[in-house]
């Protein structure tokens, strides 16, 4: 019985299952975004969100912290300085996990887990652009200039009839 199971073990010994998910959240770190199969997102997820809440507070223990999970300078030095910021006022669910469908070799559930304010389609605000020109033929101001010149027509040709 899986009583109290905290995390997917995902097939492997203890020191190859965090060395692997030390890199793999590395590269997600770096590169903002990777591909990978289903469990290990989910694995990835639930190791890498701490440390993104952890460099919310920018001091020496909490990278010291970090460094420790990750193992990689560029890594945290890139977490601190360019993630953090963006997600300070963010109160949890720092990644998106989006299916991909099914791998051709293994038929393994494959996915993209990336950061969430990092992908600029989702992250776009769009302003709406008020349209000041309407689907008229003419504008109000031709229109104006057609009645004056017809009513200059008229007036022109009431006395050449008398």
Do not use: W
């Not at 010291?64 to 360019?82: D, N």
């Not at 299916?99 to 950061?115: H, V, Y």
């Not at 992250?123 to 104006?144: H, L, N, W, Y």
């Amino acid at each position: 019985m899986n009583h109290k199971k905290k995390f997917n073990h995902l097939s492997r010994t203890s020191a190859h299952r965090k060395a692997m998910l030390s890199n793999m959240a590395a590269s997600l770190i770096l590169h903002k975004r990777i591909a990978t199969t289903v469990p290990k997102a989910k694995a990835l997820k639930i190791y890498v969100e701490p440390l993104i809440t952890k460099s919310k507070n920018d001091n020496l223990n909490s990278r010291r912290v970090v460094f420790s999970y990750l193992g990689q300078k560029e890594a945290v030095t890139e977490l601190f300085r360019e993630v953090a910021p963006k997600i300070v006022n963010r109160p949890g669910g720092y990644t998106r996990i989006l299916r991909t469908g099914n791998r051709l070799g293994d038929n393994a559930e494959t996915c993209i887990i990336e950061l969430v304010d990092f992908n600029a389609t989702y992250t776009e605000v769009k302003q709406e652009v008020k349209k000041t020109t309407t689907r008229r033929r003419r504008s109000s101001g031709a229109k104006k200039a057609a009645a004056e010149t017809t009513e200059a027509t008229v007036v022109e040709e009431a006395p050449k009839a008398e």
